[in-house]
């Protein structure tokens, strides 16, 4: 277990008990824009994983009641969270949706709410986001579903769009369960700037989900039917895997302030920010044989990505990215696109390339 998902010590490190309602400390970490008093962008997460056909909504109401009265900024529930069966389907606005929501206004904390979804003539297997408030927010259709849901009467449809949504504490994306096979899934929630995915999900995915975090340098928290949870670093590290026979609940913090950066172009430019600020950040980690580094916060008030921005530190997500359309540029075509057109010979994806502008 890694000391890169810990905060500083204003809250609590991962692993021990939050305080409950009315402690001192219970209270739930603030919006982004009143964190002064911690260091970094914490957020707080709990994954409360269970079977959704074994669990009535009155004991899901209950655990989650209960994590909420602790102080978090984020509980996210397993994929379908109440079932999916002949008789599991509703609504947007269904009886279990609008129970979170009360539960989110009450607590003033986001809830991932999955569930078997009726939208008009379509089944969807739909990850609902409520915020603060008990608004929804934000709803994500699983883009990959599994091939037993096709066999469902009626059939799930897959979903046609990925989600990332803008949260006070940072860009929080969804995906869900067989979603963890598809690259294509995980590398639009990173055009889309997630800092972190939530991953409601029927079984584990394991060392899958490790490579889409290393690859595309966010965390992922997970809530599964196993039940376990499972949480992974920016570096692709794995920071948690706790798992019951039941129900199991996990709690993790996570910074969402922590930089990744390639040393390639930035380390005269780290050093002298390490110079003139070395009582404002540290450089975290040095991953050697990647060529990494990770810079982390110091004290309350500092944010370590705006100061490296700040020094024009280039984060290695955007590093890959301009990389690719430079490249691609000099090519004369996407590159990608040949996975997309494979029966296209590089004069024909030149002149789509031109026909686009690209």
């Known amino acids: 277990m890694g000391v890169t998902a810990f905060a500083s010590g204003a809250l609590p490190a991962l692993g021990t008990e939050w305080p409950a309602a009315g402690e001192p ?33 009155e004991q899901i109401v209950k655990h989650v009641d209960e994590e909420g009265a602790r102080g978090v900024d984020v509980i996210a529930l397993p994929e379908t969270c109440r079932g999916q069966n002949a008789s599991s389907e509703e609504p947007l606005n269904g009886p279990t949706v609008r129970a979170m929501a009360a539960l989110a206004a009450k607590h003033h904390t986001y809830i991932v709410v999955p569930i078997d979804r009726r939208d008009e003539e379509k089944r969807l297997n739909t990850a609902v986001l409520l915020d603060r408030a008990g608004r929804v927010v934000c709803h994500y259709d699983k883009l990959f579903p599994y091939w037993a849901e096709y066999d469902l009467i009626p059939p799930v449809s897959p979903g046609y769009a990925s989600a990332v949504y803008d949260a006070d504490f940072g860009r929080m994306g969804l995906a869900i369960c067989f979603d963890a096979n598809f690259p294509e899934v995980w590398k639009r929630l990173s055009e889309q700037q997630a800092e972190v995915v939530i991953w409601p999900s ?117 590093y890959i990215e301009r990389s690719q359309v430079a490249i691609d540029k000099r090519r004369g075509w996407e590159f990608a696109a040949k996975a997309v057109f494979p029966e296209k010979t590089v004069d024909e994806l030149q002149a789509f390339a031109a026909q686009k502008g690209t």
Request: glycine share 6%.
């Open 25 to 57: 400390g219970s209270a739930a970490v603030p919006p982004a824009a009143d964190t002064a008093a911690f260091v970094g962008r914490p957020v707080r997460i709990v994954s409360i994983g269970f079977h959704g056909e074994r669990m009535p909504l």
């Open 202 to 318: 029927a079984y584990s995915a394991g060392s899958s989900l490790q490579a889409h975090a290393i690859n595309h340098h966010y965390y992922i928290v997970t809530a599964t039917a196993t039940p376990d949870c499972i949480a992974y670093d920016i570096t692709g590290e794995r920071l948690l895997h706790e798992s019951t026979k039941e129900v199991n609940v996990s709690r993790i913090t996570l910074d969402l302030d922590r930089g990744i950066y390639h040393e390639n172009f930035n380390l005269e430019k780290r050093d002298k920010l390490l110079k003139e600020h070395g009582q404002d950040l540290v450089q975290e980690k040095w991953m050697e044989l990647e060529s990494w580094f990770v810079l982390k916060a110091k004290r309350p008030g500092v944010s370590a990505r705006a100061l490296a921005r700040q020094y024009g530190l280039e984060e290695l997500r955007h």
